[in-house]
């Protein structure tokens, strides 16, 4: 696998969701450039079958393999779930791929005080028990409890946030008595840390809620630094932004996260 540092970092997601990573990963390698897909003519993911997901993935995958990505991030934790294994496949030789997953089970595994973990995500992604499985096969003796929570990937990208509407549907999931006495909350959907804060001020402070996208953005910086791939280059690199149809709250969102004024530009699937 012929790479090199100059090479840009692809990152797609169903939507707006992936940006909390994206930007995550900006603030983390400054000097990295990122081509970011979001599948907006398909989103939400989580209530679409896996084999579904698995082909809107592999044909993102194309479009950054063609955009000579020396990385591919699945900042989608349904299309992690999903499509990991194939993307791997279709990328192998030509780009790294990395998962929302694991960095967050890998996190949960070796923090030793988490002994009681929930898990809110789409449908798809807490049917599949993804989480619980990456998490035990770590560290047998945690206990994880999962919570399906659909509607918030729509408020989201319909930008009913910090409002009444919002904080009701999440006080309708997490007063669920499967999460009762948790110490700690992972947000298993990259779309949810726009919520966050909605999020901790529900546990009043007191429970840790695990923002993956931090913890997956140095992951990538790991990843990057052992195969030599981090790009020197002292310019400042001009970020790109692809969508599958045009929404006007990924723009705001886009420019809200990198702080930047943002040109999105079409790409419909083939």
């Known amino acids: 696998m012929q790479l090199n540092g100059n090479q840009p970092i692809g990152i797609f997601d169903s939507g707006a969701g992936g940006l909390t990573v994206a930007s995550a990963v900006k603030k983390l390698l400054p000097g990295e450039k990122i081509i970011y897909f979001g599948d907006t003519a398909h989103l939400p993911y989580g209530d679409k079958s896996f084999e579904t997901v698995k082909k809107y993935a592999l044909k993102i995958t194309d479009f950054l393999l063609e955009k000579n990505c020396k ?11 999903a499509a990991y294994e194939a993307v791997k496949e279709k990328a192998k030789g030509k780009a790294l791929v990395l998962n929302v997953i694991d960095p967050a089970a890998e996190y949960v595994a070796e923090n030793k005080n988490l002994k009681k973990v929930g898990v809110i995500g789409t449908k798809g992604t807490i049917s599949a028990g993804i989480y619980t499985e990456k998490i035990k096969k770590l560290d047998g003796e ?57 999020i901790r001020k529900f546990y009043n402070f007191k429970t840790t809620v695990i923002d993956s996208s931090e913890i997956v953005a140095q992951k990538l910086k790991n990843i990057l630094t052992e195969n030599n791939l981090l790009n020197n280059d002292k310019q400042t690199p001009r970020h790109e932004f692809y969508v599958s149809d045009y929404t006007d709250f990924f723009e705001t969102l886009a420019e809200m996260f990198f702080d930047e004024k943002i040109k999105l530009l079409k790409k419909e699937l083939p």
């Open 142 to 198: 945690k206990e994880v409890v999962s919570m399906p929570a659909p509607l918030l990937v729509h408020l989201i990208e319909e930008g009913f946030i910090y409002d009444n509407i919002s904080n009701a549907v999440i006080k309708h999931y997490l007063s669920d008595e499967k999460l009762k006495n948790i110490d700690a909350l992972i947000l298993g959907c990259t779309h949810y840390p726009v919520i966050k804060n909605q």
């Open 71 to 81: 990385l591919i991030l699945i900042a989608c934790n349904t299309a992690s779930a």
